[in-house]
């Protein structure tokens, strides 16, 4: 185990679903033109996209559907996904050659790993983190994502004035989120007011997860907050 980089505490479990045919074409198609594979070094960004445009990173993208039309709307963006669960991987890569979607890349690991050893400081414009498992047993909160030393990390690879974007549909750990990113000497939060929680900025697709949510009367939380200039 590397010193540099200790055993981390998993924010996720390995549910191996089965994979569709589709999604298993996908996969097999798809994969060497938009997956990019486990290997070492840091990544090369404007090789991989072949332009210089700004790098959106979303950190555990589910079944993709909201990343893919992230990138079908802002096509002068570019967009890496990482998600663990294959299935998930299948279907994006699915969505990617249904739309042509060049300014997507699709990475099938752990997130952490990756932004440790192979995102290169100050290379990302924007992270965002939708819907992460709330782990809601108190006992389990130690595995919940967004912790201080995560977001320590997230910080040194935005660019300065970059935005790191959280999304929840639990309270609890909305409010332990905006405890976490107050407490930072990196960020600010986007709200003109000072407070934690944003409206849904139109970029953000509603999940239909999501929507079901809201039918029910169940809130949802936005955190959008910039990257400080003068940040260490």
């Known amino acids: 185990m ?4 200790p055993r981390q505490i998993k924010s996720f479990v390995l549910r191996q679903g089965r994979l569709t045919k589709g999604q298993e074409l996908a996969l097999a198609t798809a994969w060497p033109q938009y997956g990019i594979a486990e290997g070492q070094g840091w990544l090369d960004f404007a090789a991989i996209f072949g332009n210089a ?3 959106s990173l979303e950190i555990g993208f589910g079944n993709g559907e909201s990343l893919a039309q992230m990138a079908r709307t802002a096509p002068e963006r570019n967009f890496l996904g990482i998600e663990v669960h294959t299935p998930g991987v299948g279907h ?5 050659q249904k739309y042509q979607l060049e300014n997507l890349r699709v990475m099938n690991t752990d997130a952490v790993e990756i932004i440790q050893q192979r995102i290169p400081t100050g290379s990302l414009n924007r992270i965002q983190i939708y819907f992460p498992d709330p782990w809601h047993k108190k006992r389990h909160h130690k595995r919940r994502i967004i912790q201080a030393a995560f977001v320590s990390l997230l910080a040194t690879r935005l660019q300065a004035g970059g935005l790191l974007h959280l999304a929840t549909d639990w309270q609890d750990y909305a409010q332990a989120m905006a405890e976490v990113l107050d407490a930072s000497p990196d960020f600010c939060t986007m ?3 000072g407070e934690p929680f944003s409206p849904r900025p139109e970029f953000r697709p509603l999940t239909k997860f999501e929507q079901r949510g809201l039918r029910l009367g169940h809130g949802v939380w936005d955190l959008l907050y910039c990257k400080q200039e003068l940040s260490h």
Request: proline fraction near 13%; hydrophobic fraction near 45%; glycine fraction near 0%.
């Open 53 to 55: 445009a700004p790098v």
């Open 92 to 96: 994006l890569l699915h969505l990617v």
């Open 191 to 193: 709200n003109p007011s």
């Open 2 to 5: 590397d010193a540099n980089h």
